[in-house]
């Protein structure tokens, strides 16, 4: 899954933030991670996280006790733990989040149940972390965009 979003690359580069696939595996593994640990790694331990897969179970635990090392090793602290989501919401295709169709509203657009079950894992997660309301919400639109549901916005007449 290594894929970093066009409405990222103000900060991809310079790994400033971080990516939505790591914070996808964040999810997935059960780890809060502050900013304040991600500037504490090197760029070398940041892309060690970008690049560890994190989808099988093994995986998943390795990912996890790798990132509680790193962050131990840095500031002689560990992450705290989220809890892990048995059905995620972004795994599943019948239903569409309301925070993503209350968002989607307020441009005006609507997301059909299609166009949610066409998305990947990783594009219906960034669209729920986009539009939760503790985010920064102004890459919402850039990522409906660049995920192609833009299409059927309404034009200012």
Known sequence: MLQF???EADFVASLRCIPMQVRYKLDTCGIKLKLQH???FSTLQRQR????PCDTDAEIANYRENLRSQVFQNLKEYPSDLPIAVNPEWMQLDLIPNTVINHAK???LEISISQWQALNPLQRFALIKLSTSNHENNNFLPALQEFGLSH??????
């Open 49 to 52: 996280l970008i690049d560890l």
């Open 106 to 108: 307020n441009i005006p």
């Open 38 to 40: 991600w500037h504490s």
């Open 152 to 157: 059927s916005i309404p034009q200012p007449q």
């Open 5 to 7: 979003f066009e409405f």
